[in-house]
């Protein structure tokens, strides 16, 4: 493990004190935290700008074409009451200029 000197502005400095005092830890854990799930937010980033560079159009479709256009087995069905309603277009549901609503 290595140590590190950082210097902060003196507002930043009090904003990481109160942050950590609110998540009950230390200023490091609070500041280790933070670094930690940056890094991880930039792998992140990188590993799907990699992913969507090698995407092909045509694999994804042969790959959508080999699925069998059956039902779902029992299983995988949602109950009744659990089914997602049809999204309703935004003007369907907003009043019209004019209309007096």
Do not use: C
């Not at 500041?31 to 890094?39: D, M």
């Not at 256009?69 to 309703?88: C, F, G, H, T």
């Amino acid at each position: 493990m290595k140590t590190m000197q950082v210097r902060l502005p003196d507002s930043i400095h009090g904003k990481i004190r109160r942050l950590a005092h609110d998540e009950h830890m230390s200023i490091n854990q609070f500041l280790v935290t933070s670094a930690s799930n940056e890094v991880i937010r930039h792998e992140t980033s990188e590993f799907f700008r990699e992913a969507s560079a090698r995407f092909s159009d045509a694999a994804f479709r042969d790959a959508l074409a080999a699925v069998p256009d059956v039902p779902a087995d029992e299983i995988d069905r949602l109950p009744p009451q659990r089914r997602v309603a049809e999204p309703r277009s935004f003007y369907a549901i907003r009043p019209k200029r004019g209309s007096g609503h």
